[in-house]
C-alpha cells in the first residue's frame, strides 16, 4: 500500500491548483482516502475526505466551497482541487488511507505519503 501525493507549486492567491494522491498497490475505489496539510510551525490537519461510496465526503470548514476532493478510478487517484487558494492554505499536503468521519482525523487515517507543497505567494 503506497500512497504518493503531487501537483504541488507556486499559486497566487485566488488561484487554483490540482494535487493528486496516485495509489500502488490497492485499489483507490476500495479505501477511504483523505487529504491533510501541515504549514510551517503548525501541526498537521485534516482537510477533506472521501469514503469508500463518492457519496461520503467531508471537508474542514476552512476549505468548504473552495476545495472539491474526488475519485478517479481509472488513474487510481484521488484528485484535491483548490480555488481561490488564500495564503493560509499554503502547506505541504499529504494524502492518506482510512476512516472518512465528518471531523478527519489523522488518528484514524495510515499508510501516509510523502506530501506535496503547497505555496502561496504574489
Known amino acids: 500500500v503506497q500512497l504518493q501525493a503531487s501537483g504541488g507549486g507556486l499559486v497566487h492567491p485566488g488561484g487554483s491548483l490540482r494535487l493528486s494522491c496516485k495509489a500502488s498497490?490497492?485499489?483507490?475505489?476500495?479505501?477511504?482516502i483523505g487529504w491533510f496539510r501541515q504549514a510551517p510551525g503548525k501541526e498537521r490537519e485534516g482537510v477533506s475526505c472521501i469514503g469508500t461510496t463518492d457519496n461520503t465526503i467531508y471537508y474542514k470548514d476552512f476549505v468548504k466551497g473552495r476545495f472539491t476532493i474526488s475519485r478517479d478510478k481509472a488513474r487510481n487517484t484521488v484528485l484535491l482541487q483548490m480555488n481561490n487558494v488564500k495564503p493560509e492554505d499554503a502547506a505541504v499536503y499529504y494524502c492518506?488511507?482510512?476512516?472518512?468521519?465528518?471531523?478527519?482525523?489523522?488518528?484514524?487515517?495510515?499508510?501516509w505519503g510523502q506530501g506535496t507543497l503547497v505555496t502561496v505567494s504574489s
Open positions: 492518506a488511507t482510512g476512516a472518512c468521519t465528518y471531523n478527519i482525523r489523522q488518528i484514524l487515517f495510515g499508510s
Open positions: 498497490g490497492f485499489d483507490v475505489g476500495s479505501y477511504a
